[in-house]
């Protein structure tokens, strides 16, 4: 090995260690529930520069959405099984909805509340209405439109958030509920079971 390469692997380190800081001071900060968070508050919890935190992410907007997705991965980890029938899909697309929103509600809370959260994906419940409607499984008089938003709704943080919230009910209740709610864009035979 170069000492080239061994020095820009002790940087790379270095920057890494430095993202990771700067993360977590400002998910410390919002947890806190500090009223606006600032570049500044950041860079000085982190122990860095207000330019440092603009150079890693951007801007505040790129940071918020940084702290989103890697509070999203945090449960996502785990590799994805893609079950042919929709109705399998469904029930597993609720349950890991559930599991990302809580594992940081206060978190996701904040983004919500500045508008940086925009994880639910729409291609996604549209997908999934489709592949019910070409499966025969939804209810009569349902409609592909009416199944796409409600799939969006049931595996929303603001439905999450309002079942769960300081942990009234635990993720499990909450899980079980949207089960039952999605049984109501199904035919009889085929509801998803909690």
């Not at 349902?142 to 309002?162: M, P």
Request: glycine residues 6%; aromatic residues 4%.
């Amino acid at each position: 090995m170069s000492s080239r390469s061994y020095r820009l692997g002790r940087r790379q380190a270095a920057v890494d260690r430095t993202r990771a800081a700067i993360l977590t001071a400002a998910r410390d900060l919002l947890a806190s529930g500090e009223p606006a968070l600032s570049a500044a508050a950041v860079a000085e919890r982190a122990g860095v520069s207000r330019i440092t935190v603009y150079n890693r992410f951007g801007s505040k907007g790129g940071l918020l959405r940084e702290l989103a997705s890697g509070a999203h991965s945090e449960v996502t980890s785990e590799p994805d099984q893609h079950p042919a029938d929709p109705r399998e899909r469904l029930k597993q697309r609720i349950a890991k909805s559930c599991s990302k929103w809580s594992a940081d509600p206060a978190l996701f809370r904040r983004l919500v509340a500045g508008g940086h959260l925009d994880m639910n994906a729409p291609t996604e419940d549209r997908t999934l209405a489709e592949d019910l409607v070409a499966a025969d499984q939804l209810r009569p008089g349902c409609s592909l439109k009416e199944a796409e938003d409600v799939i969006g709704a049931i595996t929303s943080f603001a439905v999450f958030d309002r079942l769960h919230k300081d942990g009234r009910r635990s993720t499990a209740a909450v899980t079980d509920i949207l089960m039952r709610l999605a049984a109501t864009l199904l035919s009889s035979e085929s509801a998803p079971q909690g």
